[in-house]
């Protein structure tokens, strides 16, 4: 089979085979030897092959994708470390700690890919010390020189090299001496021999004592060159491979993808994002075997493909909803993708030859972390993003969601003015999120029925003002209230704080009695370890009546009923047994629960209270609903302890280790 081209230097059309074209698009692609040889190999399979064969079709759609591959193309990363905190700032505002540790984390890529390599050249003869001073000064090594083996032995007393270069035949300490010494001292130091009475029992002499290479009098600087380079690969690997994956897990909404842009756009590298929501099938991420016409590598090949990069940032979102089914398990598969030691020869089996995805950047993203197997989040360091203040959505809407209205809207002629009533209005009643994706959905609305009212006033330029009057105009009735501020205390109901995807949320839990035979009935769509939480809360209760002022024999003559509103939303967890306990005794003692005060905490059957997780989400649950106090397990001190004065402050924040300590803090 043949094709033609124009020749560029007769600009005559010539025919040209199709199969010496692939062979010489591997030769110039700069494979590694390894993948080099796989593709020859395959070439010679197919000029015994007909074409017209499904298997050549098969082989030149494997060959035109093994040449197009980024073998060793990649973008120059970007180490200016305060560029990368200016974009940072600049597209997200708030997330303090977050963009903490991704700058930590950027600094520490950037002191690796930077730092550099210390040479040790030993020589008696000055001129060759000084020539491959300067020649490896040159290359970007740090070079230092002594005149003989014991000079240099001192020096390597104070300093450790990654590289010696040594001559062989030295007075007092001599190169085969000096090998074995500094081999001894640092097994992973480099050493090259040069020497100009090169014999083969010295040879064998020196590469049995450890040293990389053996190069003979007179050289070539190139020779030199090379072999620096080789000895260094294995160093030069470890620089830009190993390193933490970042996982970023917090509600919808909070920032997590365009985190990873960010990131992106601060090291100058190419940014690529996959879904994995829903995802089934293995092939997904290994690829197809070679067998049919259709097969077709892994998404994780193909994204690197079109980025045209070895080093991109690759973002893995949603990877708290990847699936499982008879096709195999994406999650294990991801298992070698995710680790720095292995994924440096990952093999997709489309492909059947090692990828390098070390130099990949990877970014995992999730609503929560629970859902992720053990052994792929041991391989992740989780970042949590816990939502927003009410403060930091002001400043984010007046600075980003505001302007993106209006532009989408079309309104840049006639830019509406938001006062800061307004948007404390439409955050506050119109929205209850940790993120902002409601928030940017209401100021849209607003800013199209602005639109349509322009329209219809035939265009008229005048300064708009959106003021509270405004909001309600275009929004409606408000769709949240403070249910806490604006609720009245009640018997046997309790505030609780709960935390989910969507981060914090508060919730009442009901208790109720009436005639019965000591039936505990639970409802509200609660799951086993709920249930469980409301059984041990029982529990301690009546092993606790005579404290409690109540009569020994009253569960022998009644039923207890606990709710928890909404009852279609899921709901479990450990954390609600302190409030189940609360509102139980709330309705046997008939002491009204505060609303006001809302709590979280595992109970045991002796009363102590358990540490619970998403303390930073339920604080700001709290403060959003109106609460004034909040209860936590003393153990969680330290968590309250890394939380900010501004998401914390007007709250009286109660922290203990024993239930019968705070009753009369919930209780009237």
């Not at 020497?195 to 064998?204: E, F, I, L, M, W």
């Not at 509200?524 to 024999?553: F, H």
């Amino acid at each position: 089979m043949a094709f033609f081209k124009r020749d560029q230097k007769t600009e005559q059309v010539i025919e040209v085979e199709e199969l010496d074209e692939l062979r010489l698009k591997i030769k110039t692609t700069k494979m590694s030897a390894q993948v080099e040889k796989a593709a020859l190999t395959e070439i010679d399979k197919l000029e015994k092959s007909s074409h017209s064969s499904a298997e050549y079709t098969i082989g030149i759609n494997y060959l035109d994708y093994l040449t197009a591959l980024p073998w060793n193309k990649a973008t120059v990363d970007n180490l200016d470390i305060q560029r990368a905190e200016k974009i940072l700032d600049e597209e997200h505002y708030g997330l303090d700690e977050i963009k903490e540790r991704i700058l930590e984390h950027l600094a520490v890529r950037i002191m690796k890919v930077s730092r550099k390599f210390e040479v040790l050249v030993v020589d008696d003869e000055k001129r060759v010390r000084e020539n491959l001073q300067y020649v490896l000064t040159k290359e970007g090594y740090d070079t230092i020189t002594a005149k003989n083996g014991r000079e240099a032995l001192d020096i390597l007393k104070d300093r450790k090299v990654d590289i010696i270069i040594t001559d062989l035949k030295m007075d007092e300490v001599d190169g085969m001496e000096l090998l074995g010494k500094a081999r001894a001292g640092d097994p992973e130091v480099k050493v090259i021999m040069i020497t100009g009475y090169a014999t083969v029992p010295s040879y064998k002499e020196a590469m049995e004592k450890g040293s990389f290479n053996y190069i003979a009098k007179p050289f070539e600087l190139d020779e030199i060159r090379s072999t620096v380079s080789k000895a260094l690969a294995p160093k030069t690997f470890g620089l830009v491979s190993k390193g933490s994956i970042i996982c970023f897990a917090g509600p919808p909404g909070t920032g997590k993808t365009s985190l990873g842009r960010g990131i992106a756009a601060s090291l100058g590298k190419k940014f690529i994002r996959i879904s994995l929501a829903g995802m089934k099938d293995e092939a997904e991420i290994r690829g197809h075997r070679r067998s049919y016409v259709g097969a077709m590598p892994g998404r994780i090949i193909q994204e690197i493909r079109r980025a045209e990069s070895n080093n991109p940032v690759f973002m893995l979102d949603e990877l708290d909803k990847i699936g499982q089914d008879f096709k195999g398990d994406p999650a294990s598969a991801l298992l070698e993708v995710l680790d720095p030691q292995q994924n440096s020869k990952f093999i997709d089996h489309y492909l059947d030859v090692p990828f390098d995805l070390s130099r990949v950047m990877f970014i995992a993203t999730a609503n929560t972390v629970d859902l992720i197997p053990g052994p792929l989040l041991d391989r992740l360091e989780v970042l949590h993003l816990s939502g927003y203040t009410e403060d930091e959505k002001e400043q984010i809407a007046s600075n980003h969601l505001i302007p993106k209205a209006i532009n989408a809207a079309g309104l840049d002629k006639n830019q509406p003015e938001f006062t800061a009533d307004a948007i404390q209005m439409i955050i506050s009643e119109y929205t209850r999120e940790a993120g902002l994706r409601n928030l940017q959905r209401q100021l849209d609305s607003i800013c199209r029925k602005l639109a349509r009212e322009i329209l219809k006033e035939n265009g008229k330029d005048n300064l708009i003002k959106i003021t509270p009057e405004s909001v309600r105009k275009y929004l409606g009735p408000r769709k949240f209230f403070f249910e806490v501020a604006e609720a009245q205390d009640r018997i046997g109901t309790v505030t609780g704080l709960a935390w989910t995807e969507s981060g914090g949320e508060i919730i009442f839990i009901e208790a109720t009695m009436m005639k019965g035979k000591s039936k505990l009935i639970l409802t509200g769509s609660l799951g086993d370890v709920m249930k469980e939480s409301a059984q041990a809360a029982l529990s301690y209760i009546r092993s606790n009546t005579q404290s409690l002022n109540i009569p020994e024999d009253f569960f022998d003559n009644h039923d207890i009923h606990i709710h928890v509103p909404a009852g279609a939303i899921p709901k479990d967890g450990p954390s609600a047994g302190l409030t189940i306990a609360a509102a139980l005794i709330s309705l046997l003692t008939g002491r009204p629960a505060k609303r006001d005060v809302a709590l979280t905490g595992e109970l045991t059957l002796s009363g102590r209270i358990l540490p619970v997780g998403g303390i930073k989400e339920k604080i700001m649950a709290a403060r959003r609903a109106g609460v004034k106090t909040v209860i936590f397990p003393e153990k969680n001190d330290s968590d309250l302890k890394n939380i900010s004065d501004e998401i914390k402050k007007d709250l009286n924040i109660i922290k203990t280790g024993q239930f019968d300590t705070i009753v009369d803090k919930i209780l009237k």
